[in-house]
């Protein structure tokens, strides 16, 4: 019988993946561009200020040209200087979500019923799509207050190590979920092997049970719930999750209750959203 590492890396093998190992050598991109983004890219809830030296570390470049780059993003007003003299996000980056945001009204919809998963549990609610080799939250519902950390839309994470990225691969098929596989192992070959066994498992519980679970796998003081809810008439891909501190859940609840509660939740708000018929019901085949 075929273990999930061996299973998940089968898959990998069989997708194709196009991106430079090294952005550098391909002409048709623009470097400095790239080197701009990369510094935005940097910020987290955890690093609100870095200095110029700082970043230059970061990014492998000399502070000459850190100085320049940071100089053209605080005159677009992306950065801005704190009285240390360190760069911070301004807030005007916040202009360039509004137009993504504002193209999912459909989640306004959503809210009922994730406020009434989000009382029941006693956890926070999300909705997360797929972007790229990471999923983005754009909409949250609960009480952050006792939460291990504050979740915001605009919140990154991993595909292949969390709830939400699982449940979104699982809304790929065949030859796309191929090459999305192969994508994450060509970014990310220690994090990809270490966790092939629970993302394979949970590509194919999703596709069965209609959730997936995860034990701190992206934040360690985090268990979390989620399930596929399906791909808009736009082509987002969307999951739904529950998050809730690791020391008050349950494993027996997580798993007996709270799961397939959600799975059943997304069944009901599969209705109210723009989803088109497609793979997010279980009791699908595993690829």
Same mark, same amino acid.
């Given at each position: /019988?075929?273990?999930?590492?061996?299973?998940?890396?089968?898959?990998?093998?069989?997708?194709?993946?196009?991106?430079?190992?090294?952005?550098?050598?391909?002409?048709?991109?623009?470097?400095?561009?790239?080197?701009?983004?990369?510094?935005?890219?940097?910020?987290s809830d955890s690093e609100i200020s870095l200095s110029n030296s700082e970043i230059a570390r970061r990014l492998g470049l000399n502070?000459?040209?850190?100085?320049?780059?940071?100089?053209?993003?605080?005159?677009?007003?992306?950065?801005?200087?704190?009285?240390?003299?360190?760069?911070?996000?301004?807030?005007?980056?916040?202009?360039?979500?509004?137009?993504?945001?504002? =193209?999912?009204?459909?989640?306004?919809?959503?809210?009922?019923?994730?406020?009434?998963?989000?009382?029941?549990?006693?956890?926070?609610?999300?909705?997360?799509?797929?972007?790229?080799?990471?999923?983005?939250?754009?909409?949250?519902?609960?009480?952050?207050?006792?939460?291990?950390?504050?979740?915001?839309?605009?919140?990154?994470?991993?595909?292949?190590?969390?709830?939400?990225?699982?449940?979104?691969?699982?809304?790929?098929?065949?030859?796309?979920?191929?090459?999305?596989?192969?994508?994450?192992?060509?970014?990310?070959?220690?994090?990809?092997?270490?966790?092939?066994?629970?993302?394979?498992?949970?590509?194919?519980?999703?596709?069965?049970?209609?959730?997936?679970?995860?034990?701190?796998?992206?934040? =360690?003081?985090?268990?979390?719930?989620?399930?596929?809810?399906?791909?808009?008439?736009?082509?987002?891909?969307?999951?739904?999750?529950?998050?809730?501190?690791?020391?008050? =859940?349950?494993?027996?609840?997580?798993?007996?209750?709270?799961?397939?509660? /959600?799975?059943?939740?997304?069944?009901?708000?599969?209705? /109210?959203?723009?989803?088109?018929?497609?793979?997010?019901?279980?009791?699908?085949?595993?690829?």
């Amino acid at each position: /019988m075929t273990d999930g590492r061996t299973t998940l890396n089968q898959w990998a093998d069989a997708g194709r993946c196009d991106l430079p190992r090294d952005t550098g050598t391909d002409q048709a991109l623009s470097s400095t561009l790239i080197r701009g983004l990369e510094i935005l890219a940097l910020y987290s809830d955890s690093e609100i200020s870095l200095s110029n030296s700082e970043i230059a570390r970061r990014l492998g470049l000399n502070r000459a040209t850190v100085s320049r780059l940071c100089k053209t993003l605080v005159h677009m007003g992306y950065l801005r200087r704190d009285p240390k003299g360190a760069f911070r996000l301004a807030p005007r980056i916040l202009s360039l979500s509004y137009p993504v945001l504002a =193209a999912t009204r459909w989640r306004h919809r959503l809210v009922p019923p994730m406020r009434e998963l989000a009382e029941m549990s006693g956890g926070n609610v999300t909705l997360a799509v797929m972007t790229d080799d990471q999923f983005v939250q754009i909409q949250n519902v609960g009480n952050p207050t006792s939460f291990p950390h504050v979740p915001e839309s605009g919140v990154t994470g991993p595909l292949h190590r969390s709830a939400s990225g699982r449940a979104l691969l699982s809304l790929l098929e065949g030859q796309a979920l191929f090459d999305k596989l192969a994508e994450l192992r060509q970014k990310f070959p220690a994090e990809f092997e270490s966790h092939a066994e629970l993302t394979a498992a949970s590509i194919t519980r999703c596709r069965t049970e209609g959730f997936c679970t995860s034990y701190g796998d992206w934040r =360690a003081n985090i268990v979390a719930v989620s399930t596929p809810l399906g791909v808009t008439d736009d082509g987002l891909r969307v999951a739904l999750s529950c998050g809730l501190p690791r020391f008050s =859940a349950r494993e027996e609840y997580v798993e007996k209750d709270l799961g397939p509660r /959600m799975a059943e939740a997304a069944k009901a708000m599969r209705l /109210m959203g723009p989803f088109v018929p497609g793979p997010a019901e279980p009791g699908r085949a595993a690829i």
